[in-house]
C-alpha cells in the first residue's frame, strides 16, 4: 500500500516539476518565470520528498530527508525572493498587462 | 549509472559557454552550475568526500570570492592595464618564464634517472591501505585513515600552504593596521527578510559543520570540508547584514596556532607505544577539528580582504565622481 | 526499482533544460533563476538515488547542496544587482 501511495506522490511530483519547467520556457517576462518556476518548484520538491518519505516507512532515512525537506522549504524561497529583489533594484521593467 | 551522460553532455554546453561569454559575471554562474554537476559526478564515481568540498568550495565560496575579484577589477581595470604595459613588467614576466623552462628541465632530468630505478612491490599499494585501515588507525573512512594517518606529511604541507597563501593575501591587499575594520564597511542590511531568515539558520549550519568536522572519521567529509562550511556562515552574515563584527587581527592569530597544534598533535604519531586503540580515534577527532577550525579561520580572513579591496576600491571612485 | 530509475531520467532531462535556459537566458538573473531550480533538481536526483541505493550518508550530500546553493544564489544575486 505505502509502495503504491509513494509512487503516485512521485508521479505527481514529475508533473508539477514538469509544468515549472515548461513555464520558464512558455512565459516571455522574467518576473511571471520567477513566480511559476519557484512556486511550482517547491512543491514539486515537497511531494517527491514526501513519496520517498512514505516509501522508505520510519527510519531514520526519513528523518533526514525531513530535515532536507525543512530547510528547503525555509531557504528556496529566500533565494527566489533575493533573485526578485535583485532584479527590481536594478530597474528590471515590471510587464505589462497583455501578456 | 547511465544518468550520467545527461549530465555530461549538460557539462561540455556550460563548458564551451563560459568560454565564450562576453561578461565575466555570466561566466561566473556558468562555472557554479559547472561545479554543481561536477560534484553529482564525484557522488555517482563513489567520492562522496570531493563531492561535499566540491559543493561547497565550488558553488558558494570560489563563486563569491570570483564575484568579488571580478567588481573590484572592473572598477579599477584602467590602472591594473597601464600597470602591465610597462616594459619592466614585461621583462619580470619573461624573466620568470625563462627561470620556469629551466627548472622544468632539471625536473625532467631528475625523474627520467628516478624511472630507471622503480622497483616491483608485488601486490598493488591499495592491498595493504584497504585491508588494514581499520585496525591501524581506527577510522571507518578511509579517506580520513589516508589524509590524517598515512599521509599526515601530506597533510600538514597543505595546511602550511593555505596558511601562506592566506597570509599573502592579508599582506598584499593591505588591511590598514590598527584601523576598525567594521566602521569601513557597515552599510545598511540589504533585504530585511534575508537578514531575519539567515539569522534563524547560522546555529543550523553552524551544528552542521561541526557535525561534518567531528564525525569527519565515520562518514564522508572532514576537517577541511566542516571548515569551508563554518567559514561560509561568516560570509552570508556579511551579506545578509552588511556587517564584520569580527576583528581579523585575533582570526590571523588562531589560524597560526591552530596550525601550530596541527603539528604538534602529528609529532604524537612518532610515539607508536602513545597510540593504543582509544586513543587513535580522539587524535583523529582532535586533528579533524583544529583542521576544521584553521580552514574555516583561513577562508574568513580571504573573503574579508577581498571584500574590503573591494568596498575601498568603490569608496574612492564615488569620491572621486563626487569630489 | 525501475520507477525510480524512470523518475531519476526525467528530472535528468529536467535539469538539462534549466541548463539551457541558463546558457540561453537574456538577463543575469534568468541564468540565476536557473541556477537555483537546477540546484533543487540535484538535491532531488541525490535523494532518489541514495533511496535507491539504501545509503544515507548521500543525504548528508544533498542538505550541502540546498544549503550552499542558497548560500551562492543569495550572494550571486546581491552581486549582478546594479545600483543607482
Given at each position: 500500500?505505502?509502495?503504491?501511495?509513494?509512487?503516485?506522490?512521485?508521479?505527481?511530483?514529475l508533473v508539477f516539476?514538469?509544468?515549472?519547467?515548461?513555464?520558464?520556457?512558455?512565459?516571455?517576462?522574467?518576473?511571471?518565470?520567477?513566480?511559476?518556476?519557484?512556486?511550482?518548484?517547491?512543491v514539486g520538491?515537497?511531494?517527491?520528498?514526501?513519496?520517498?518519505?512514505?516509501?522508505?516507512?520510519?527510519?531514520?532515512?526519513?528523518?533526514?530527508?525531513?530535515?532536507?525537506?525543512?530547510?528547503?522549504?525555509?531557504?528556496?524561497p529566500?533565494?527566489?525572493?533575493?533573485?526578485?529583489?535583485?532584479?527590481?533594484?536594478?530597474?528590471?521593467?515590471?510587464?505589462?498587462?497583455?501578456? | 549509472?547511465?544518468?550520467?551522460?545527461v549530465?555530461l553532455?549538460?557539462?561540455?554546453?556550460?563548458a564551451?559557454?563560459?568560454?565564450?561569454v562576453?561578461?565575466?559575471?555570466?561566466?561566473?554562474?556558468?562555472?557554479?552550475?559547472?561545479?554543481?554537476?561536477?560534484a553529482i559526478?564525484?557522488?555517482?564515481?563513489?567520492?562522496p568526500?570531493l563531492s561535499l568540498?566540491?559543493?561547497?568550495?565550488?558553488?558558494?565560496?570560489?563563486t563569491a570570492?570570483f564575484?568579488?575579484?571580478?567588481?573590484?577589477?572592473?572598477?579599477?581595470?584602467?590602472?591594473?592595464?597601464?600597470?602591465?604595459?610597462?616594459?619592466?613588467?614585461?621583462?619580470?614576466?619573461?624573466?620568470?618564464?625563462?627561470?620556469?623552462?629551466?627548472?622544468?628541465?632539471i625536473?625532467?632530468?631528475?625523474?627520467?634517472?628516478?624511472?630507471?630505478?622503480?622497483q616491483?612491490?608485488g601486490?598493488?599499494?591499495?592491498?595493504?591501505?584497504?585491508?588494514?585501515?581499520?585496525?591501524?588507525?581506527?577510522?571507518?573512512?578511509?579517506?580520513?585513515?589516508?589524509?590524517?594517518?598515512?599521509?599526515?606529511?601530506d597533510?600538514?604541507?597543505?595546511?602550511?600552504?593555505?596558511?601562506?597563501?592566506i597570509?599573502?593575501?592579508?599582506?598584499?591587499l593591505?588591511?590598514?593596521?590598527g584601523?576598525?575594520p567594521?566602521?569601513?564597511?557597515?552599510?545598511k542590511?540589504?533585504?530585511?527578510?534575508?537578514?531575519?531568515?539567515?539569522?534563524l539558520?547560522y546555529?543550523?549550519?553552524l551544528?552542521?559543520g561541526?557535525?561534518?568536522?567531528?564525525?569527519?572519521?565515520?562518514?564522508?567529509?572532514g576537517?577541511?570540508?566542516?571548515?569551508?562550511?563554518?567559514?561560509?556562515?561568516?560570509?552570508?552574515?556579511?551579506?545578509?547584514q552588511?556587517?564584520?563584527?569580527i576583528?581579523?587581527?585575533?582570526?590571523?592569530?588562531l589560524?597560526?596556532?591552530f596550525f601550530?597544534g596541527?603539528?604538534?598533535?602529528?609529532?604524537?604519531?612518532?610515539?607508536?607505544?602513545?597510540?593504543?586503540?582509544?586513543f587513535?580515534v580522539?587524535?583523529l577527532?582532535l586533528?579533524n577539528?583544529?583542521?576544521?577550525?584553521?580552514?574555516c579561520?583561513?577562508?574568513?580572513?580571504?573573503?574579508?580582504?577581498?571584500?574590503?579591496?573591494q568596498?575601498?576600491?568603490?569608496?574612492?571612485?564615488?569620491?572621486?565622481?563626487r569630489? | 526499482?525501475?520507477?525510480?530509475?524512470v523518475?531519476?531520467?526525467?528530472?535528468?532531462?529536467?535539469?538539462?533544460?534549466?541548463?539551457?535556459?541558463a546558457?540561453?537566458?537574456?538577463?543575469p538573473w534568468?541564468?540565476?533563476?536557473?541556477?537555483?531550480?537546477?540546484?533543487?533538481?540535484?538535491?532531488?536526483?541525490?535523494?532518489?538515488?541514495?533511496?535507491?541505493l539504501?545509503?544515507?550518508?548521500?543525504?548528508?550530500?544533498a542538505?550541502?547542496?540546498?544549503?550552499?546553493?542558497?548560500?551562492?544564489t543569495?550572494?550571486?544575486?546581491?552581486f549582478?544587482?546594479?545600483?543607482d
Amino acid at each position: 500500500m505505502s509502495e503504491l501511495v509513494g509512487n503516485v506522490l512521485m508521479g505527481v511530483a514529475l508533473v508539477f516539476m514538469t509544468c515549472g519547467v515548461y513555464g520558464i520556457f512558455r512565459f516571455r517576462h522574467f518576473y511571471l518565470r520567477i513566480l511559476i518556476s519557484s512556486k511550482v518548484d517547491t512543491v514539486g520538491f515537497i511531494t517527491l520528498t514526501a513519496g520517498i518519505m512514505v516509501k522508505s516507512g520510519l527510519n531514520f532515512f526519513t528523518l533526514k530527508v525531513l530535515i532536507i525537506v525543512v530547510f528547503f522549504v525555509l531557504t528556496n524561497p529566500l533565494a527566489t525572493h533575493s533573485i526578485a529583489r535583485s532584479a527590481y533594484k536594478s530597474q528590471y521593467p515590471l510587464p505589462e498587462d497583455d501578456v | 549509472m547511465p544518468v550520467t551522460i545527461v549530465f555530461l553532455l549538460a557539462m561540455v554546453v556550460l563548458a564551451v559557454a563560459s568560454i565564450q561569454v562576453r561578461k565575466a559575471e555570466i561566466a561566473v554562474i556558468y562555472l557554479g552550475i559547472f561545479s554543481l554537476f561536477n560534484a553529482i559526478f564525484y557522488l555517482f564515481y563513489s567520492a562522496p568526500d570531493l563531492s561535499l568540498a566540491e559543493a561547497v568550495i565550488g558553488s558558494a565560496l570560489a563563486t563569491a570570492l570570483f564575484l568579488v575579484a571580478i567588481k573590484g577589477y572592473t572598477l579599477r581595470r584602467t590602472q591594473i592595464k597601464s600597470e602591465y604595459r610597462s616594459p619592466k613588467m614585461r621583462l619580470a614576466l619573461f624573466g620568470e618564464l625563462f627561470w620556469g623552462v629551466v627548472f622544468l628541465t632539471i625536473g625532467f632530468i631528475v625523474i627520467s634517472f628516478y624511472f630507471g630505478t622503480v622497483q616491483d612491490v608485488g601486490k598493488p599499494a591499495w592491498y595493504h591501505y584497504v585491508r588494514s585501515f581499520i585496525s591501524d588507525t581506527g577510522a571507518r573512512n578511509a579517506v580520513t585513515a589516508i589524509y590524517l594517518n598515512y599521509r599526515v606529511f601530506d597533510t600538514l604541507f597543505e595546511a602550511l600552504l593555505l596558511l601562506v597563501g592566506i597570509l599573502a593575501t592579508a599582506y598584499f591587499l593591505e588591511w590598514p593596521e590598527g584601523k576598525e575594520p567594521e566602521e569601513e564597511i557597515a552599510t545598511k542590511p540589504d533585504s530585511e527578510i534575508v537578514a531575519r531568515i539567515s539569522g534563524l539558520l547560522y546555529p543550523f549550519i553552524l551544528l552542521y559543520g561541526f557535525y561534518i568536522i567531528v564525525n569527519g572519521h565515520l562518514t564522508p567529509g572532514g576537517g577541511f570540508q566542516g571548515g569551508a562550511i563554518l567559514a561560509s556562515v561568516f560570509i552570508i552574515r556579511y551579506f545578509a547584514q552588511r556587517r564584520l563584527g569580527i576583528n581579523i587581527f585575533i582570526l590571523q592569530r588562531l589560524e597560526k596556532s591552530f596550525f601550530l597544534g596541527i603539528i604538534a598533535l602529528s609529532m604524537l604519531l612518532l610515539l607508536p607505544e602513545f597510540m593504543n586503540s582509544d586513543f587513535k580515534v580522539f587524535h583523529l577527532v582532535l586533528m579533524n577539528i583544529l583542521i576544521g577550525f584553521k580552514v574555516c579561520c583561513g577562508l574568513a580572513i580571504l573573503f574579508f580582504c577581498f571584500i574590503f579591496q573591494q568596498t575601498k576600491v568603490e569608496d574612492t571612485k564615488g569620491r572621486s565622481e563626487r569630489g | 526499482m525501475i520507477f525510480e530509475q524512470v523518475i531519476l531520467w526525467v528530472l535528468a532531462i529536467l535539469a538539462v533544460a534549466l541548463t539551457l535556459r541558463a546558457v540561453l537566458g537574456p538577463t543575469p538573473w534568468d541564468r540565476i533563476l536557473g541556477f537555483n531550480l537546477l540546484s533543487a533538481k540535484i538535491v532531488m536526483i541525490i535523494a532518489i538515488c541514495a533511496f535507491i541505493l539504501k545509503k544515507s550518508y548521500l543525504l548528508d550530500v544533498a542538505l550541502i547542496y540546498s544549503l550552499f546553493s542558497f548560500v551562492g544564489t543569495v550572494i550571486i544575486a546581491r552581486f549582478v544587482e546594479k545600483r543607482d
